[in-house]
């Protein structure tokens, strides 16, 4: 199965530092540990798979391909299509990423990763995503924030929002063989993006990306009768927090845990940045060399 990562520069240059969910530097303390952070990913996936592709704009294809020099099988620009939309709906990059396969795909973040193959049954399925997000506060808490806006809603949110409390899929990897419903899906966040324009300039649009990529996706798979294959069925945010980015999981990988995702807040926190650092050095010495070369000489200064 062909492994997919993507990058839209743009949130990545000018994200607000203070914004909610800020992808500035992808949410690293600094950008040395976000090339870190996508060399280990890369270089994981290729040391397991044979076929990764990296989908990106024409910035995103200078720092990560000439110069960091990360061995993607294949390279797909086209993210500088999304430049009109504004940096902080980072998850944009993702979404184009997914409407482009056409072919059974797993698309993998750049704060994710594997150290052994996945399942065979993460190869195999329909639908696949890391885990399900049930009944988090967060999620409601966003929904209450956003009301008095008058948003425009996918029906297929609405409905779930009608029998359920609000629950989302967490993405940090997701793909599978169903194309067609990548299809719609992406079809459905785009129109669910541009049919509230008018209100970006009235909310945190860092949040709103977890409603049109996660809650749309668990949305849209309930409504259509989807079964989505999870990496992990574990549930409770504690629980799932400790399975993926517990930093004692993460300095005992590999080969205890298959997976790591460092989402969410961790990004922030020095001893997840320095853990980042030592894999890397251990594992890629070489690629890590080459980042703490570029680092020093500041030639990312002309990006």
């Keep these: 199965m062909k492994l997919v990562q993507s990058f839209w520069s743009k949130p990545y240059i000018n994200s607000a530092v203070d914004a909610a969910e800020t992808r500035l530097h992808g949410g690293w303390i600094d950008k040395k540990y976000y090339y870190m952070s996508w060399a280990l990913s890369c270089l994981q996936l290729c040391r397991y798979y044979d076929h990764v592709e990296l989908v990106t704009d ?23 299509d999304l430049n009109d939309y504004p940096a902080d709906l980072w998850a944009l990059g993702k979404l184009y990423a997914y409407g482009l396969q056409n072919e059974p795909f797993l698309h993998v973040d750049s704060d994710l990763f594997i150290w052994e193959e996945l399942r065979s049954d993460m190869t195999k399925s ?6 399900l997000e049930k009944e988090y506060a967060f999620y409601k808490n966003l929904m209450e924030e956003v009301a008095p806006l008058n948003l425009h809603i996918p029906e297929c949110i609405k409905a779930r929002h009608r029998i359920e409390p609000i629950n989302a899929y967490n ?10 419903f990548f299809r719609l899906y992406t079809i459905e966040a785009f129109k669910f993006i541009n049919a509230n324009k008018q209100n970006f300039s009235r909310m945190a649009l860092g949040p709103f990306n977890t409603i ?14 989807k079964p989505v294959n999870l990496y992990t069925y574990t549930t409770g945010e504690h629980l799932v927090d400790d399975e993926m ?5 993460f300095r005992k990988t590999p080969p205890q845990s298959g997976l790591t995702h460092l989402y969410g807040s961790c990004k922030g926190m020095q001893p997840f ?3 980042v650092s030592y894999k890397l050095k251990k594992y890629h010495p070489v ?13 990312v200064l002309s990006f």
């Design 171 to 180: 993405m940090g990897i997701t793909g599978g063989h169903d194309l067609e």
């Design 212 to 225: 049109f990529e996660q809650v749309l996706f668990y949305s849209l798979a309930q409504t259509h009768q």
């Design 287 to 299: 690629s890590y060399e080459k980042i703490m070369d570029i680092v020093e000489a500041e030639a």
């Design 273 to 275: 940045c320095d853990e």
């Design 58 to 80: 024409r910035l995103g294809k200078k720092i990560l391909i000439d110069t960091l020099e990360l061995p993607y099988t294949n390279v797909r620009l086209g993210l500088d």
């Design 245 to 249: 980015k517990g930093l004692e999981r």
């Design 126 to 131: 329909p639908l696949v995503a890391q885990h």
